[in-house]
């Protein structure tokens, strides 16, 4: 599975023009400044109490934690649900931790493993409770599991990786287990729990990321008497600090504290204030007046709009409360080997060339948008290497002209080719496709796009290879994210040859090779401070065959309120630690 939209929607903060240099950092010592919640948490305290007042521009595709796929989404499930292992908490100590390094949550531990990776075993911390009062079993672990195969009932989340992971599935992957609704006597037998404290996975294969899954917001527990199906949604049962106090969809939500919730059993989640509150307003801007004015205090996804973000970078008070992460997106472009010439890798890598990445930036947000892109891992992912450029783009990163001609002879197309480009109606896409139509011209290919609707463009479109190869597609814009902070959790799903499916497949290029397949086959047993190097060198072979052309690594300007404490920046999702934060003046 994946969290794929369009380069165009990547382009969440946009900027007017490209100044080409790197923004110097102002602050960062934790104290405030431009960017300072990028190298220490702004405004320590340990004040508690008060309201703190998020706004949104859409509601959360589910509440429910095994039906949401978004990833802002993912980042407030911190409030009300607790995983067995997460991503760790805000300060010095998760700052010192390796990139894409977990602890614990709900477990004592990280999963025990078998040597082959085959069998996980959690031991559950004592002291458990939901905000019913009842205790937290592994059962209640096993049954939030068991509803993710009840898929006529609970859709739309990441359930792809779990359902033939611990479950017997057919040729066309359809597990034999039909979700607890269902079956209401048997359940999962690939999920034990010998004790209420013990939960052990035996996998129907070696998984050596299986840790990564358990972080997902998908695994949390749910107590079988209070579920509601597809109405859980509206009343989900929390084992974090915060719960539900009131929810209008569409409009507002409202989380109060969990009085069932006990620091004691949480080391990841350290909240501070008493309530926090979600507005939702159909107009960005209007969110944007709201930030400016102080009666909202942050985003709780994604960057300012244009207008406001040219007041923060005119305005020295305004931008020292202002912080411009990288969000983990990558644009790129796939390249299909299917298409006339683009058999042939030299014309692939001519195309590499031809790109001029610094014309795709100013498409996609300028310096505040975006970074330059040379490798498919983003910088967050292990395995991403800063020295890498397979494909230098200049000085200036406005393409390699006379490279890309020597490509095209190479390839005994000296005088260039034609090609289609897929994009969708979204965002930016459409400026997107110009910049390469006008740059690949430049060497004499010819390229002519074919947009579609973006909610059939990834899974019945370029998802679909018999379309790609009837519309004779060559190229395709895509915006990539990690669902989790791994190569596995990226780069795989782009190059497994055996996710190469009729519809919805994540290989779009339909790649089957031995030298990659085989690198995904070791990354799958190999411990994972072994794995950064077996995916670097999975970017490099990716990269040479020209199969997926990145060109920028997502960034965003966000604004928070001065009166917001303890303000730190998860890496692993471009935005603010929102559990941890507090509030300076109480109300």
Request: glycine content about 10%; aromatic content about 8%.
């Amino acid at each position: 599975m994946r969290r794929s939209i369009s380069a165009g929607v990547l382009a969440t903060v946009m900027l007017a023009g490209c100044s080409g240099t790197a923004e110097k950092k102002e602050g960062g010592d934790g104290s405030g400044g431009f960017d300072a919640a990028r190298t220490g948490v702004v405004n320590a305290s340990d004040k508690t109490g008060g309201t703190l007042r998020l706004g949104g521009t859409a509601d959360c595709d589910s509440w429910d934690p095994a039906a949401t796929y978004n990833g802002y989404c993912w980042n407030l499930q911190r409030l009300m649900t607790r995983t067995l292992v997460a991503s760790p908490g805000y300060g010095d100590q998760a700052r010192t931790m390796k990139s894409g390094e977990l602890v614990p949550d709900l477990a004592t531990a990280l999963g025990q493993s078998n040597a082959d990776k085959t069998v996980w075993t959690y031991k559950l911390r004592s002291g458990l409770k939901f905000s019913t009062g009842a205790a937290i079993t592994s059962a209640d672990i096993k049954y939030g599991f068991e509803r993710m195969w009840a898929t006529d009932v609970i859709s739309g989340g990441p359930a792809g990786y779990f359902l033939c992971l611990l479950d017997t599935c057919d040729d066309e992957g359809t597990p034999e287990y039909e979700g607890p609704y269902k079956d209401k006597k048997g359940g999962l037998e690939r999920i034990e729990t010998p004790d209420a404290q013990t939960i052990v996975f035996r996998l129907t294969g070696s998984f050596a990321d299986f840790d990564y899954l358990m972080a997902l917001p998908a695994t949390a527990p749910v107590p079988r008497a209070q579920d509601k199906g597809a109405s859980y949604t509206k009343s989900v049962v929390a084992s974090g600090p915060f719960v539900f106090e009131s929810y209008t969809p569409g409009q507002s939500v409202a989380w109060k504290r969990n009085p069932h919730w006990s620091q004691d059993t949480d080391e990841v989640r350290h909240p501070k204030v008493d309530k926090v509150t979600l507005t939702l307003l159909s107009n960005p801007d209007d969110l944007d007046a709201r930030l400016k004015n102080g009666s909202l205090d942050l985003a709780a996804g994604g960057g300012v709009q244009p207008t406001f973000q040219s007041e923060i970078l005119g305005s020295p008070a305004l931008k020292a409360n202002a912080d411009n992460p990288v969000s983990g997106f990558v644009g790129l472009f796939a390249i299909f080997p299917t298409a006339p010439s683009l058999d042939n890798v030299h014309c692939r890598r001519a195309i590499a060339y031809a790109l001029d990445k610094r014309d795709l930036l100013v498409q996609s947000g300028g310096t505040y948008g975006g970074s330059y892109a040379a490798t498919l891992l983003p910088p967050a992912v292990p395995g991403h290497d800063a020295n890498a450029n397979a494909y230098p783009s200049g000085a200036d990163w406005t393409g390699d002209v006379d490279k890309a001609k020597q490509e095209l002879a190479e390839c005994g197309k000296p005088d260039g080719f034609s090609t289609v480009m897929a994009y969708t109606n979204s965002g930016q896409d459409p400026q997107i496709f110009a910049s390469v139509q006008a740059a690949l011209k430049r060497v004499g290919i010819t390229v002519t796009g074919k947009q579609q609707d973006e909610s059939v463009y990834y899974g019945n479109y370029i998802g679909a290879p018999a379309t790609v190869k009837e519309q004779q597609l060559g190229i395709a814009s895509i915006g990539w994210a990690p669902d989790y902070p791994s190569g596995n959790g990226f780069l795989s799903l782009l190059v497994d040859g055996a996710r190469i499916q009729a519809e919805g497949t994540t290989n779009y290029v339909s790649v089957n090779d031995e030298v990659l397949n085989g690198l995904i086959k070791r990354s799958a047993t190999a411990p994972l401070a072994e794995q950064a190097q077996i995916f670097k060198e999975l970017d490099k072979q990716t990269m040479e065959r020209a199969l997926y052309l990145p060109y920028f690594y997502q960034k965003a300007l966000l604004y928070r309120n001065p009166r917001v404490t303890n303000v730190d920046l998860r890496a692993d999702a471009g935005g603010y630690d929102l559990v941890n934060l507090g509030v300076s003046d109480g109300k």
